[in-house]
């Protein structure tokens, strides 16, 4: 087990022993705001599902209302009006062969790649890079479309792309310690009716089991279902 640093432990001590609402898990949160940076705030999800089981996938977009307080790096495969339509919304690199081929070269400075269906061909065999990554594209995330210039505004506006790990666990940034209370609830509570929308229909019993708020270099606080 590794060990926390003295600061990690005496935050750890200021948090709750037991879940507590929203409001109270982000008022204590708030007090480990004491690094030199502004930290990210993550929400950490544990799901009644069976992660082995394909029908039992969550994966998803949403835009959060307040954003994630940075902006995203984008890419988009498109060719013709789709690629001027991604660029005049905002997406940073947009190409065909020569985008794939500095992907095969180790070039992955982004944070969202989103492809026109008829760039498929070309994305698919960049799977084996992408996918371990999280920046495959993908039509059940939004992120194969027809409609790439709309695409590319909500992920600049603040959208995020989740999907559950092999522990059944789903894993989100939802903004940083600098944004108000209120936009930290209203973004949380914006994830979890969407993440609520997407149960699947073969999941018995408790669909959301635990909810954690955490920030970057600092414990996590137990929220109440």
Request: hydrophobic content about 40%; some cysteine.
């Amino acid at each position: 087990m590794p060990k926390h640093s003295r600061r990690y432990r005496q935050l750890a001590a200021l948090a709750p022993p037991k879940p507590v609402d929203l409001a109270t898990a982000l008022q204590t949160l708030k007090q480990f705001n004491n690094t030199r940076f502004d930290q990210s705030v993550e929400l950490h999800v544990r799901l009644g599902i069976d992660p082995k089981q394909a029908d039992q996938t969550v994966r998803g977009s949403v835009v959060l209302p307040h954003g994630i307080g940075r902006t995203q790096r984008v890419v988009v495969f498109a060719k013709g009006d789709l690629a001027d339509a991604a660029r005049q919304a905002g997406a940073d690199v947009v190409g065909q062969e020569d985008l794939a081929n500095r992907i095969k070269e180790g070039w992955l400075e982004f944070d969202v790649c989103i492809a026109a269906p008829d760039m498929m061909g070309l994305v698919g065999p960049l799977g084996r890079i992408l996918g371990p990554r999280g920046l495959m594209p993908s039509p059940r995330a939004g992120t194969v479309t027809p409609d790439v210039g709309r695409v590319v505004r909500e992920y600049k506006a603040g959208k995020v792309e989740f999907k559950n790990d092999s522990g059944g666990n789903v894993h989100v940034v939802v903004g940083k310690l600098s944004f108000s209370e209120q936009q930290l609830q209203e973004n949380i509570q914006t994830f979890l009716e969407y993440l609520n929308g997407l149960r699947p229909a073969a999941v018995r019993g408790a669909y959301i089991r635990s909810v954690h708020v955490a920030a970057t270099m600092s414990p996590s606080v137990a929220v109440a279902l």
